[in-house]
């Protein structure tokens, strides 16, 4: 058996070198519709990986307000859409000592700068350091971890001491070789002293998370006093059970804090997280099925195309099969010489395509700053497929090859 195999396989490498355009040609088409399927698959698998990495991180039981929810945001240049103003700092502080809904935690944030410089010593970054005025709960409340040193307590935010918290990337940027923990940089000329250095977060659609500084809000509010100040407001509730009646109790206390009469439809957004992971999911889910379907009509093609290579080599080797025949070769073993031709096409697409698939995925999720993951799923999907192509396209022209008449095939010219 395994003498016959190697036969075979020689003469389908022979015959395949000796239709080298045709079999380069479906090779091609079977490549185009494994990369398409398994980059797409890459992609979004490392879309995945991250997007519900940083959402599950904050857990089920978190939410935020803000000026507008998700949705808006997506649909902010539609004419008809309706303007939310912005929640000031008196709106964002009256929320957080009106909301007495039990075992949660509130906190109040805003952006102060997305283009700050940080200087330490007699170094400094590049100004593309996002500065976050923010009190004791954001951390937490928002699925941060520390990797070294210590959140802020309520006595820093209280007396508004200069302490701040560091992003993952200054361990290895302004204080490389050294502990970021007690040293003190310097802000648009204020100085801090590091007391934390959060852990890795990675970057979303190219907003890196690493580089940040946390700083107490009321300081923040007085180095970059500006205009239309827009705060966010995210509550953790310990309970899980008791979300939905934390989000509704929310609600009510935001109306009464924008003074909305009760036929007033809400002028700002609730963010879930758990809403967010279900509608990824959901997104995500409809994209593979489209990558699925385009690169199935993809494949599709390409089995046709194999078919019908296979059958034009049977028709231009009908004598040598006769001869084969002549010479005592079995209807098995001509059937299993071209169904070997085909497989062998159809792996070598196959792999081609497949490695084509993970580096156009792996370098779009680059790109984009996802961290690659190998689409294992992605990999058995495409294997199963050229298999599957295999079967359907070389099985016909093999059963037609080994029913052919040895002493008609000898007559064929």
Excluded: H
């Amino acid at each position: 058996m395994v003498g016959l195999f190697k036969e075979n396989t020689k003469i389908a490498i022979d015959s395949i070198r000796s239709q080298a355009l045709r079999t380069f040609l479906t090779v091609f088409i079977i490549v185009i519709g494994i990369t398409f399927l398994v980059g797409i698959l890459t992609l979004t698998k490392a879309l995945e990986n991250n997007l519900f990495g940083n959402f599950a991180s904050m857990g089920a039981n978190t939410f935020s307000i803000s000026q507008y929810d998700y949705s808006e945001q997506i649909n902010r240049n539609d004419g008809e859409q309706k303007v939310n103003p912005i929640i000031s700092y008196p709106q964002a502080k009256s929320f957080k000592d009106k909301f007495e809904f039990p075992l949660t935690s509130t906190s109040l944030s805003f952006t102060a700068s997305a283009n700050a410089e940080v200087k330490f010593d007699n170094k400094k970054t590049d100004p593309e350091i996002t500065i976050l005025g923010a009190d004791e709960n954001f951390i937490p409340n928002n699925g941060f971890e520390l990797e070294t040193g210590r959140n802020f307590n309520s006595f820093d935010i209280d007396n508004n001491n200069y302490t701040c918290v560091v992003g993952a990337n200054f361990k290895e940027g302004l204080f490389e070789g050294v502990s970021p923990i007690d040293k003190t940089i310097s802000i648009r000329g204020a100085k801090f002293k590091v007391i934390g250095l959060l852990k890795e977060k990675g970057a979303t659609f190219g907003n890196n998370q690493d580089l940040r500084v946390i700083i107490p809000i009321q300081i923040a509010r007085s180095i970059f006093s500006q205009a239309n100040i827009n705060y966010e407001i995210d509550i953790k509730i310990n309970n899980k059970q008791l979300l939905n009646d934390g989000v509704d109790n929310a609600t009510l206390t935001m109306r009464r804090v924008r003074k909305l009469n009760p036929v007033e439809k809400d002028n700002f957004g609730i963010k879930r997280s758990d809403d967010l992971i279900q509608k990824l999911g959901e997104n995500i889910a409809v994209i593979n099925i489209a990558a699925v379907a385009i690169g199935a009509i993809t494949i599709f093609g390409s089995t046709i195309a194999l078919m019908n290579i296979m059958l034009v080599s049977v028709s231009e080797r009908t004598r040598e099969i006769g001869i084969r025949k002549a010479l005592g070769a079995k209807r098995g073993t001509i059937a299993w010489q071209f169904f070997t031709e085909t497989f062998l096409i159809s792996q070598i697409g196959g792999i081609i395509g497949i490695i084509l698939g993970l580096l156009l995925g792996s370098l779009i999720a680059s790109l984009a700053g996802f961290e690659f993951v190998t689409p294992w799923a992605a990999i058995v999907i495409a294997f199963a497929t050229t298999f599957i192509v295999t079967i359907i396209s070389g099985l016909y022209p093999a059963i037609k090859a080994s029913k052919l008449d040895p002493v008609e095939a000898l007559r064929y010219e």
